[in-house]
Protein backbone atom coordinates (compact mmCIF):
# COMPACT_ATOMS: atom_id res chain seq x y z
CA UNK A 1 0.00 0.00 0.00
CA UNK A 2 1.43 3.62 -0.71
CA UNK A 3 2.71 5.82 2.15
CA UNK A 4 0.23 8.69 2.00
CA UNK A 5 1.58 12.32 1.43
CA UNK A 6 2.82 14.31 4.84
CA UNK A 7 0.87 16.85 6.04
CA UNK A 8 2.26 20.50 5.12
CA UNK A 9 1.52 23.74 3.96
CA UNK A 10 1.38 23.81 0.51
CA UNK A 11 2.07 27.18 -1.18
CA UNK A 12 0.65 29.15 -4.69
CA UNK A 13 2.51 26.63 -7.21
CA UNK A 14 3.84 28.60 -10.31
CA UNK A 15 2.48 27.42 -13.70
CA UNK A 16 6.15 25.39 -14.24
CA UNK A 17 5.48 23.63 -10.56
CA UNK A 18 2.40 22.40 -12.39
CA UNK A 19 4.08 20.23 -15.01
CA UNK A 20 6.55 18.24 -13.12
CA UNK A 21 10.57 18.19 -14.31
CA UNK A 22 13.25 15.21 -15.26
CA UNK A 23 16.35 14.91 -14.69
CA UNK A 24 18.87 12.47 -16.20
CA UNK A 25 21.62 11.34 -13.99
CA UNK A 26 24.67 10.16 -16.74
CA UNK A 27 26.63 7.12 -14.78
CA UNK A 28 30.39 6.53 -15.36
CA UNK A 29 32.77 3.88 -13.54
CA UNK A 30 33.25 4.02 -9.97
CA UNK A 31 30.55 7.09 -9.67
CA UNK A 32 29.54 7.82 -6.11
CA UNK A 33 26.39 5.74 -5.57
CA UNK A 34 25.66 7.88 -2.04
CA UNK A 35 26.10 11.20 -4.01
CA UNK A 36 23.60 9.73 -6.55
CA UNK A 37 21.30 8.45 -3.90
CA UNK A 38 21.04 11.51 -1.78
CA UNK A 39 20.30 13.58 -5.00
CA UNK A 40 17.51 11.02 -6.24
CA UNK A 41 16.01 10.62 -2.86
CA UNK A 42 15.39 14.89 -2.43
CA UNK A 43 13.49 14.16 -5.50
CA UNK A 44 11.64 11.23 -4.07
CA UNK A 45 10.74 12.70 -0.96
CA UNK A 46 9.66 16.02 -2.40
CA UNK A 47 6.63 13.56 -4.07
CA UNK A 48 6.26 11.98 -1.17
CA UNK A 49 5.38 15.40 0.33
CA UNK A 50 3.75 16.90 -2.93
CA UNK A 51 1.59 13.62 -2.78
CA UNK A 52 2.20 13.42 -6.25
CA UNK A 53 5.01 12.13 -8.97
CA UNK A 54 6.27 15.75 -10.10
CA UNK A 55 9.88 14.55 -10.01
CA UNK A 56 11.09 12.20 -12.16
CA UNK A 57 14.71 10.85 -13.22
CA UNK A 58 15.94 7.86 -15.03
CA UNK A 59 19.31 6.66 -15.48
CA UNK A 60 21.92 6.69 -18.47
CA UNK A 61 25.76 5.19 -19.11
CA UNK A 62 27.81 5.55 -22.04
CA UNK A 63 26.97 2.08 -23.70
CA UNK A 64 23.57 1.35 -21.98
CA UNK A 65 24.79 -1.36 -20.16
CA UNK A 66 25.14 -1.83 -16.41
CA UNK A 67 27.54 0.40 -14.03
CA UNK A 68 29.40 -0.30 -11.68
CA UNK A 69 29.78 2.21 -8.36
CA UNK A 70 32.98 2.66 -6.42
CA UNK A 71 31.15 0.46 -3.33
CA UNK A 72 31.67 -2.37 -6.22
CA UNK A 73 27.71 -2.36 -6.12
CA UNK A 74 26.66 -2.81 -10.30
CA UNK A 75 23.57 -0.59 -11.10
CA UNK A 76 21.26 -0.97 -14.73
CA UNK A 77 20.27 1.96 -16.24
CA UNK A 78 17.54 2.60 -18.54
CA UNK A 79 19.74 4.52 -21.71
CA UNK A 80 23.06 4.70 -23.49
CA UNK A 81 23.98 8.23 -24.12
CA UNK A 82 22.76 8.13 -27.72
CA UNK A 83 19.35 7.87 -26.60
CA UNK A 84 18.91 10.11 -23.86
CA UNK A 85 15.25 11.45 -23.89
CA UNK A 86 14.09 15.29 -23.16
CA UNK A 87 15.40 16.09 -19.77
CA UNK A 88 15.52 19.39 -17.59
CA UNK A 89 18.70 18.80 -16.29
CA UNK A 90 21.26 16.25 -17.14
CA UNK A 91 23.75 15.58 -14.29
CA UNK A 92 26.91 13.35 -14.38
CA UNK A 93 27.99 11.16 -11.60
CA UNK A 94 31.65 10.79 -11.34
CA UNK A 95 33.67 9.28 -8.08
CA UNK A 96 37.11 7.90 -7.92
CA UNK A 97 38.24 8.26 -11.58
CA UNK A 98 37.83 10.82 -14.65
CA UNK A 99 39.19 7.74 -16.64
CA UNK A 100 36.91 4.87 -17.37
CA UNK A 101 35.43 3.18 -20.35
CA UNK A 102 33.47 4.89 -23.15
CA UNK A 103 34.66 7.93 -21.94
CA UNK A 104 34.97 9.76 -25.51
CA UNK A 105 30.91 8.88 -25.84
CA UNK A 106 30.26 10.52 -22.50
CA UNK A 107 32.29 13.49 -23.79
CA UNK A 108 30.92 13.71 -26.84
CA UNK A 109 27.55 13.63 -25.14
CA UNK A 110 27.91 16.64 -23.21
CA UNK A 111 28.93 18.50 -25.45
CA UNK A 112 26.24 17.49 -27.45
CA UNK A 113 23.56 18.25 -24.71
CA UNK A 114 25.56 21.67 -23.95
CA UNK A 115 25.48 22.53 -28.10
CA UNK A 116 21.87 22.35 -27.67
CA UNK A 117 20.92 24.58 -25.22
CA UNK A 118 20.75 21.58 -22.51
CA UNK A 119 20.96 22.61 -18.68
CA UNK A 120 24.31 20.22 -17.09
CA UNK A 121 25.07 19.55 -13.92
CA UNK A 122 27.54 17.76 -11.96
CA UNK A 123 27.94 15.44 -9.14
CA UNK A 124 31.48 15.26 -6.94
CA UNK A 125 33.95 15.63 -9.22
CA UNK A 126 31.42 14.97 -12.35
CA UNK A 127 33.15 18.62 -13.01
CA UNK A 128 35.97 17.81 -14.44
CA UNK A 129 34.28 15.69 -16.69
CA UNK A 130 31.89 18.90 -17.95
CA UNK A 131 35.08 20.90 -18.37
CA UNK A 132 36.91 18.21 -20.70
CA UNK A 133 33.73 18.59 -22.44
CA UNK A 134 34.04 22.57 -22.43
CA UNK A 135 31.31 23.12 -20.69
CA UNK A 136 32.36 25.40 -17.83
CA UNK A 137 33.88 27.48 -19.94
CA UNK A 138 32.42 31.23 -18.77
CA UNK A 139 30.52 29.57 -15.77
CA UNK A 140 31.40 29.17 -11.93
CA UNK A 141 31.45 25.74 -10.44
CA UNK A 142 32.32 23.83 -7.40
CA UNK A 143 33.83 20.30 -7.48
CA UNK A 144 34.66 17.77 -4.34
CA UNK A 145 37.60 19.96 -2.01
CA UNK A 146 40.13 16.52 -2.73
CA UNK A 147 40.27 17.40 -6.58
CA UNK A 148 39.75 20.71 -6.46
CA UNK A 149 43.48 21.19 -6.33
CA UNK A 150 44.19 19.13 -9.90
CA UNK A 151 41.08 20.88 -11.44
CA UNK A 152 42.18 24.47 -11.01
CA UNK A 153 45.56 23.72 -12.20
CA UNK A 154 44.16 21.86 -14.83
CA UNK A 155 41.47 24.21 -15.99
CA UNK A 156 43.41 27.63 -14.82
CA UNK A 157 40.69 29.71 -16.56
CA UNK A 158 37.55 28.40 -15.06
CA UNK A 159 36.38 29.69 -11.61
CA UNK A 160 36.15 27.05 -8.83
CA UNK A 161 35.17 27.92 -5.93
CA UNK A 162 35.39 25.91 -2.57
CA UNK A 163 31.84 25.89 -1.95
CA UNK A 164 29.35 22.92 -1.45
CA UNK A 165 27.42 23.45 -4.93
CA UNK A 166 26.57 26.67 -7.36
CA UNK A 167 24.13 27.30 -9.59
CA UNK A 168 25.38 29.40 -12.25
CA UNK A 169 22.76 29.98 -15.23
CA UNK A 170 22.20 26.19 -17.05
CA UNK A 171 25.10 24.92 -15.26
CA UNK A 172 24.07 22.91 -11.26
CA UNK A 173 27.47 21.53 -9.50
CA UNK A 174 27.61 20.16 -6.36
CA UNK A 175 30.60 18.85 -4.31
CA UNK A 176 29.16 14.99 -3.51
CA UNK A 177 28.09 13.36 -0.78
CA UNK A 178 25.54 15.42 1.18
CA UNK A 179 25.93 18.55 -0.73
CA UNK A 180 23.91 16.57 -3.52
CA UNK A 181 20.99 16.98 -0.88
CA UNK A 182 21.66 20.36 -0.68
CA UNK A 183 22.19 21.19 -3.92
CA UNK A 184 18.47 19.27 -5.53
CA UNK A 185 16.80 21.35 -2.13
CA UNK A 186 18.05 24.66 -3.70
CA UNK A 187 15.76 22.98 -6.79
CA UNK A 188 12.88 22.50 -4.90
CA UNK A 189 13.13 25.40 -2.78
CA UNK A 190 12.82 27.29 -6.70
CA UNK A 191 10.00 25.32 -7.61
CA UNK A 192 7.82 24.87 -4.28
CA UNK A 193 9.29 26.98 -2.10
CA UNK A 194 11.02 26.93 1.39
CA UNK A 195 8.66 25.07 3.08
CA UNK A 196 8.41 21.74 1.05
CA UNK A 197 12.16 22.27 0.47
CA UNK A 198 12.74 22.02 4.31
CA UNK A 199 10.27 18.84 4.65
CA UNK A 200 12.91 17.28 2.42
CA UNK A 201 15.60 18.28 4.67
CA UNK A 202 13.62 17.36 7.79
CA UNK A 203 12.99 13.97 6.57
CA UNK A 204 16.73 13.31 5.94
CA UNK A 205 17.53 14.42 9.45
CA UNK A 206 19.38 17.13 7.55
CA UNK A 207 19.80 19.94 10.20
CA UNK A 208 20.64 22.71 8.36
CA UNK A 209 20.06 23.70 4.08
CA UNK A 210 23.60 24.86 3.18
CA UNK A 211 23.31 27.45 0.76
CA UNK A 212 25.78 28.35 -2.00
CA UNK A 213 27.88 30.66 -0.56
CA UNK A 214 28.65 27.68 2.33
CA UNK A 215 32.35 26.39 2.37
CA UNK A 216 33.14 22.90 1.91
CA UNK A 217 34.92 21.27 4.80
CA UNK A 218 37.71 20.18 3.31
CA UNK A 219 39.17 17.89 5.86
CA UNK A 220 40.54 17.09 9.59
CA UNK A 221 39.96 20.00 12.07
CA UNK A 222 37.90 22.05 9.12
CA UNK A 223 34.57 21.95 10.68
CA UNK A 224 34.34 25.69 12.13
CA UNK A 225 30.39 25.68 13.03
CA UNK A 226 30.17 27.47 16.10
CA UNK A 227 33.70 28.75 16.15
CA UNK A 228 34.51 32.41 15.90
CA UNK A 229 33.56 34.01 12.88
CA UNK A 230 37.01 36.03 12.17
CA UNK A 231 38.80 32.27 12.78
CA UNK A 232 36.98 31.54 9.98
CA UNK A 233 37.35 34.68 7.72
CA UNK A 234 41.57 34.04 8.69
CA UNK A 235 41.34 30.40 7.49
CA UNK A 236 39.37 31.18 4.26
CA UNK A 237 42.09 33.72 3.34
CA UNK A 238 45.04 30.82 4.41
CA UNK A 239 43.18 28.98 1.88
CA UNK A 240 42.78 30.99 -0.81
CA UNK A 241 46.29 31.97 -0.61
CA UNK A 242 48.51 28.66 -0.34
CA UNK A 243 50.90 29.50 -3.45
CA UNK A 244 52.22 32.99 -2.14
CA UNK A 245 51.36 33.31 1.89
CA UNK A 246 50.01 35.66 3.46
CA UNK A 247 52.62 36.95 6.37
CA UNK A 248 50.89 37.24 10.34
CA UNK A 249 50.75 41.26 10.19
CA UNK A 250 48.58 40.30 7.02
CA UNK A 251 46.35 37.90 8.30
CA UNK A 252 45.88 39.67 11.50
CA UNK A 253 44.96 42.89 9.91
CA UNK A 254 41.94 41.23 7.89
CA UNK A 255 40.01 39.90 10.84
CA UNK A 256 40.96 43.28 12.55
CA UNK A 257 42.93 41.90 15.13
CA UNK A 258 46.37 41.90 16.47
CA UNK A 259 48.87 39.33 15.96
CA UNK A 260 49.24 38.30 19.33
CA UNK A 261 44.91 38.00 18.98
CA UNK A 262 45.40 35.98 16.38
CA UNK A 263 47.54 33.30 18.12
CA UNK A 264 45.30 33.19 20.90
CA UNK A 265 42.11 32.94 18.54
CA UNK A 266 43.92 29.55 16.92
CA UNK A 267 45.34 27.87 20.29
CA UNK A 268 41.78 28.22 22.22
CA UNK A 269 40.08 26.62 18.88
CA UNK A 270 42.22 24.89 17.13
CA UNK A 271 45.35 23.91 19.85
CA UNK A 272 47.89 24.92 17.11
CA UNK A 273 49.56 28.13 16.21
CA UNK A 274 48.75 30.20 12.93
CA UNK A 275 51.42 29.70 11.25
CA UNK A 276 51.58 25.66 11.93
CA UNK A 277 48.20 25.61 10.47
CA UNK A 278 48.63 27.65 7.84
CA UNK A 279 51.86 25.01 6.91
CA UNK A 280 49.76 22.43 7.23
CA UNK A 281 46.97 23.59 4.72
CA UNK A 282 49.82 24.33 2.12
CA UNK A 283 51.22 20.82 2.46
CA UNK A 284 47.90 19.08 1.83
CA UNK A 285 47.62 21.00 -0.83
CA UNK A 286 51.00 19.83 -2.30
CA UNK A 287 49.95 16.19 -1.71
CA UNK A 288 46.64 17.09 -3.26
CA UNK A 289 48.77 18.50 -6.35
CA UNK A 290 51.49 15.25 -6.25
CA UNK A 291 48.42 12.79 -6.65
CA UNK A 292 46.13 14.16 -8.71
CA UNK A 293 48.66 15.74 -11.32
CA UNK A 294 52.24 14.95 -13.50
CA UNK A 295 53.19 18.76 -12.07
CA UNK A 296 56.99 18.29 -11.47
CA UNK A 297 57.65 18.30 -7.55
CA UNK A 298 59.41 21.78 -7.82
CA UNK A 299 56.43 23.12 -9.28
CA UNK A 300 53.96 21.85 -7.05
CA UNK A 301 56.40 23.39 -4.62
CA UNK A 302 56.08 26.67 -5.46
CA UNK A 303 52.46 26.60 -6.14
CA UNK A 304 52.39 25.94 -2.64
CA UNK A 305 54.18 28.90 -1.40
CA UNK A 306 58.04 27.01 -1.27
CA UNK A 307 60.78 28.79 -2.95
CA UNK A 308 63.20 25.83 -1.62
CA UNK A 309 63.07 22.32 -2.62
CA UNK A 310 64.95 21.27 0.40
CA UNK A 311 62.41 23.06 2.76
CA UNK A 312 59.63 21.87 0.81
CA UNK A 313 61.24 17.88 1.28
CA UNK A 314 61.56 18.46 4.73
CA UNK A 315 58.42 19.89 5.55
CA UNK A 316 56.33 17.48 3.54
CA UNK A 317 58.45 14.60 5.28
CA UNK A 318 57.83 16.04 8.81
CA UNK A 319 54.04 16.30 7.85
CA UNK A 320 53.39 13.10 6.45
CA UNK A 321 55.88 10.69 6.96
CA UNK A 322 57.24 9.80 3.54
CA UNK A 323 59.15 12.32 0.76
CA UNK A 324 57.04 13.98 -2.06
CA UNK A 325 58.62 11.44 -4.38
CA UNK A 326 57.33 8.32 -2.76
CA UNK A 327 53.71 10.14 -2.33
CA UNK A 328 54.17 10.30 -6.25
CA UNK A 329 54.88 6.24 -6.78
CA UNK A 330 51.94 5.52 -4.47
CA UNK A 331 48.64 4.60 -5.95
CA UNK A 332 45.19 5.43 -4.65
Not at 73 to 81: E, R, S
Amino acid sequence: MPMPPLAVDMPVMSDQSQGGRQFAFLLVDKFSMFSLAAAIDAFRSANRLLGRDFYGWTTVSADGEAVMASNGIPLKVDYGVGDIPQVDILFVAVGLSTEFPGKSKVLGALRNWGRRGGALGALSVGSYLLAEAGQLEGYRCTIHWENRAGFMERFPDIECTGNVYEIDRKRYTCAGGTTSIDLMLEIIRGDFGANIANGVANQFQHERIRSAGDRQRVGPERDLTGKSEKLKKIVELMADNLDEPLSAVQLAKSAGLSVRQVERLFLRHLTVTPGRYYMRLRLERARELLRQTNMPILDVAIATGFTSHSYFAQSYRLQFGRPPSEERRTTY
